[in-house]
C-alpha cells in the first residue's frame, strides 16, 4: 500500500525520471534483499524462540488476525497446528537481512526526498510496521539492524547505477530505434 501511494503521486506528478527512479529503487532494494536470504538463510523467531502451535493463544489479535495469520503462513508454506519442528522444515529462509525494514525505510527515505504529500502517515504507519515486525515474531532484531543496513547500500548506490542504466538504454535507443 506505501509502494503505491507514493508511485501513484508520482505518477500524477508527471515527473518521468523520479518515477522510474523510485520504480527501480523498489526492485533493486527487493533484489538486494533477497540476496541477503541467498548468502544468510534463516527462520524467525516465531519458530525458534516460541512455541508456534501456541501463536494464537499468545499474541490472539482481533476480528481478522485467524485469517490473515493463516494467509501469510500459506504464502510462507507453513501448515497450521503442527509442531516447531515441523513448521522449520518447511518453512522459507527469508529473515536476514528483514526486508520489511529494509524497503519499509526506502519508502520513508523516498517520501521524505522527494516531498510525497502524505511522507508524515508514511512515517508514521512505517515505524509501526517495523516495530510490530519484531512484536509478532517475524524478526529479530538483528534483521532489523540488517535491513536498516541494506537500505543505507541501497540509496547510496541506486542513483549511480540508476544513471548509468538510464544513460546506456538512451544510447541502446539512439542505435536501435524502436518500431
Known sequence: MLFLLIGVELYRRNTKDHFHFFMFTCVYGFYLSYIGYFFLPAVGPRFTLHDFSALNRDLPGIFLTPYLRWFVNFGGSVPMGVPNAEAIAGT???????????????????????????????AVTGTLLIVATVYERYHYV???????????????????????????????????PVA
Open 92 to 122: 522459507q529462509r527469508d529473515v536476514f537481512p528483514s526486508g520489511h525494514t529494509m524497503m519499509t525505510l526506502v519508502l520513508m527515505y523516498l517520501s521524505m526526498r522527494f516531498r510525497i504529500r502524505l511522507r508524515w502517515f508514511i
Open 142 to 176: 538483528v534483521d532489523l539492524i540488517g535491513g536498516s543496513a541494506f537500505m543505507v547500500v541501497c540509496v547510496a548506490t541506486a542513483p549511480l547505477l540508476y544513471r548509468s542504466i538510464r544513460d546506456r538504454l538512451a544510447t541502446m535507443e539512439l542505435r536501435f
